[in-house]
Structure formats: C-alpha cells, structure tokens
C-alpha cells in the first residue's frame, strides 16, 4: 500500500480540518459529508449506472432496489424536514422541458460509455481509475460549457417548476413520492430473476448510510445533496485564470453565480462535498487493496472517446438540471417532477449507452465490478 491505515484516516481528519479552519464549521462538516459518500460508494460498492444496465441487461436488481430505498430513506424524512422549515430548508427542484429531456436521455448514453454518472465519476477518479480520471476532466469541462448555453436551451420551453407537494399538499406529496418508489421497486423485482432481487446487507447498510449522509447534507447545507454545480464552477473559474471574461455570461452574471465566481470555492457546498467525496472513495479504495487493481488499457481512440464523453456527460447533466445525485436522488426525494422524468429519459438512454460501450471502447478493461460505478 501507498499509504498505511493510519495515514489514510489522518489525511480525512486534515482536510476535514483544513475546511474547518478555511472556511468554517459548515464547510468542514460538509467536507466529512462527501467523505463519508465516497467511503460509502467505494467500500460499500453502491452506485447508479452499474445497477441500471445489471438491471435491464442481467435482470438483476439488487443494486437498483438499494437505490430507489435510500431515495425511500430519504424522502420520508426530508419532505416533512422540508415543510416544516421552508425559509430555511429548499428542495432540488428543476422545470421540466425538451431541451432538459434529450438531455437528460443523452446524459444516459454517455454515463454508461465512461462507466459512470456524476458521482461514479468522482468515485472512479478517486479511487484511481483512469477512465474515470479522464472523463471527470471532460465532465468539468462540459458542465462549464452547459453554463454557457443554458439560457438557450431554456428559451426553447419549458413547464413552470412542479413539485408533488405543491400540486397535492404535503401530506399527499410525501404519500405520493413514496407511493412512485414502492411502484418503482415493484417494477425492478418483477424484472429481476429469481435470487437476483433482495439486496445482499452490504447494500442494505450502504442504502442507508447514503440516506444519513443525504439528510445530513440538507439540513447543514439547507439543500440537497448535488455534484454537478461545483464541477461546472470549477470549470468557470480554470477559464477566468485563463484570462476569458466568464462574468459576461448570462449565467455567471446572476448575482448568486456571480457570487461564487469571485469568492473562494470552499464557499461552494457541491464542491465541499465533492472534494470529499473524491478523498473519501481514494481512502476506501487504498484501505482494501493495492493501486496495480485499477489498471486499464484502451486504444488511443479509446481514450478520446472518454474525454469526449465526459464532455457530453458534464454538458448534458447542466442542460437536464442535474445528473443522477441532484436530478433523480435529490430530485425524487425532495418531491420533485423533474426528478421522474429525468429517470425515465436518463435510463432509456443508458440502454443505449451500453449497447455503444462495445464499439466506442472495443479494449476497455475497467474495474472488476460496475455496481459502484
């Protein structure tokens, strides 16, 4: 091992600390946070894209089942945490358009080429694998660019922002939220085989560890659990030290994105909690096992067509309002319609994602699992 047990633990309490101290107790909390979700999704080998092709091409739902019940978790405290607190607490809520459907449906294809979503790509990169390296570079940029033109895509159309709370109360949008889960779990165990459907306990505990952390996350954070802001702004500010006038943009010149731009980016919670994320799945991956495991080879133009996708990846995820943390975890769990059908358009467009896996990266060689990814 690079690192011994011992070192590892005390490089999460430094930069925990170093939050601390940077930019307070709120950012040091939220720093453990992500440390915590990238733990959980690397040691626990919890994730979204893996479980979605397992499910639709293997008939196996186990890792599906565990994440429509930590959204479960989720919902079922953070909706009445939501009503009981509006002014304090706000939801991962987004309009529902064209423009954010293909999106969304693009998204999926590209997730299942770079064997992850949003967080499997910090998890991936993390815990060293260079696909994921690769495409977590591509997904800043893209994220950066969506910023860029998503005042276009907007223009196109689009319903006023709907949430299940707000069309049926709060009592029946929790009911119904819950209601859409348990139709959803029924849907993947009647789709999985026999003896592929109940999650094994390492699934059940990383359902609801992850569920912990996402409440943990609302309540200090007074929002959801995202990934895909922080990468983009971390996009924005690469280009404005390159000497490009991002304030211009329509999107940066919001006073709220205009604000992050010019101040530090630990004031950022989605970059906190990627951060984090990112040192916590690097900390699971070099507790268990030695570097040599995340070896891949590609051929040349297999390795563009990972930047590439990892363009696609972060540009799609800006245009459909978030990827599969802040769009259909968050989304979903905080009541929103845009989450729902995020999910159906993202998981039509991963299967064919998958099917283009094969012939974008003939030689592909990733990690021995995807259920993380």
Request: aromatic share 10%; charged share 10%; with cysteine.
């Amino acid at each position: 091992m690079i690192l011994t047990r011992s070192g590892l633990v005390l490089g999460g309490l430094f930069l925990v600390l170093a939050g601390f101290v940077a930019a307070g107790p709120q950012a040091g909390l939220l720093i453990a946070i992500g440390l915590g979700f990238g733990l959980v999704l690397e040691g626990l080998r919890l994730g979204f894209s893996g479980p979605w092709r397992q499910i639709w091409f293997e008939r196996d739902g186990r890792g599906f089942l565990a994440q429509v019940l930590a959204v479960g978790i989720t919902a079922a405290v953070a909706l009445p945490l939501l009503a009981a607190a509006p002014e304090e607490l706000s939801g991962a809520h987004a309009p529902v358009g064209l423009a954010m459907i293909v999106a969304a449906f693009v998204f999926g294809i590209a997730m299942q080429i770079v064997f992850g979503c949003g967080s499997g790509t910090l998890v991936n990169a993390g815990s060293g694998n260079a696909i994921g390296a690769l495409a977590l570079v591509g997904f800043i940029a893209g994220s950066f660019f969506g910023t860029l033109h998503l005042g276009w895509w907007t223009s196109l159309g689009s319903l006023p922002v709907l949430t299940l709370q707000g069309m049926f109360g709060d009592n029946g949008g929790l009911v119904l939220t819950l209601a859409g889960l348990a139709a959803l779990a029924g849907l993947i165990w009647w789709r999985a085989e026999p003896g592929k459907r109940m999650p094994p306990a390492r699934l059940w505990i990383a359902a609801g560890l992850v569920a912990a952390l996402a409440l943990a996350n609302l309540v200090i954070a007074g929002q959801p659990w995202g990934i895909v802001y922080g990468l983009g702004l971390w996009g924005a500010k690469i280009a404005q030290a390159g000497g490009a006038d991002v304030a211009a943009n329509a999107f940066w010149a919001n006073p709220a994105h205009a604000e992050r731009l010019t101040a530090s980016v630990l004031t950022d919670i989605t970059t906190l909690t990627n951060i984090g994320l990112l040192f916590g799945a690097f900390m699971a991956m070099r507790w268990r096992r030695s570097p040599d495991a995340q070896v891949v080879r590609l051929k040349p133009q297999g390795w563009v067509c990972v930047l590439m996708a990892g363009l696609v990846l972060g540009y799609s995820a800006r245009v459909a309002f978030g990827c599969n943390v802040g769009a259909f975890f968050s989304g979903v769990s905080t009541g929103s319609l845009h989450g729902w059908v995020w999910l159906a358009a993202a998981f039509a467009g991963s299967i064919i994602g998958v099917r283009l896996r094969p012939v974008l990266l003939p030689a592909a060689e990733p990690r021995g699992r995807e259920v993380a990814a």
